[in-house]
């Protein structure tokens, strides 16, 4: 398995892979999801010394962290999910064009002394002008196996770890049975596959299903 970068000069500042996707009003959601939209409360002019904006997005767009209420009725809210899963040693794994789904034998060649974090590359580039209907997803038994490997917490670069047809949401289940968190939209065209550290936090949303993350990994 290729590693990370880990050649650097003593003391030098640790590099960082901002691997989370601009969001914009043209930034693409899932259809009939809520796209990012932005107006102005305030603006800097004669009588005020400030701008200040007024946002409505889905908790859904860019990187973003599925809580369990997204998948479970009486799944913990974003705002209250640990934030242990979300930071610390991490791989990223790449499983390229490997098809619709990604399976265990596309990660095998990866996963000796596997942390608990596992990042899946699918796309050669990642698309950010609209939604991909034929987005890449995990077979649901491949998040079993990562599950039964000691991984907590699971990321993929595709809008969502199921086909974007899917209405029983086999992989999502896996996510609630096994307690595993997740990262979807995640923006990996550039990470080479390696070992990392994650940061991707969840904003204290204590009422939502999701929540935006800016997702970064950091050289080792």
Known sequence: MQTAPASRPPHAPRRLWDISPPVHAGAPVFPGDTAYQQ??????????????ATITLSPHVGAHADAPLHYSPDGATAGEVSLDAYLGPCRVIHA?????LVLI???????????????VRTYQQQPQDAFDSALPAFHP????WL???????VGIDSASVDP??????DAHQVLRHRNLRVLENLLLDDVPEGDYELIA???KLTTADASPVRAVLREL
């Open 147 to 153: 599950a039964d490997l000691g991984v907590q917490l």
């Open 96 to 100: 390229i064009d490997v098809g619709p």
């Open 164 to 169: 974007a047809h899917s209405k029983t949401l």
């Open 39 to 52: 107006t102005w409360a305030a603006t800097l002019g004669p009588g005020c010394p400030v701008n200040v």
């Open 105 to 119: 034998a596309h990660l095998q060649h990866a996963v000796e002394h596997l942390p608990p974090r596992v990042l």
């Open 201 to 203: 936090l969840p904003l």
């Open 141 to 144: 038994d491949t998040l079993s």
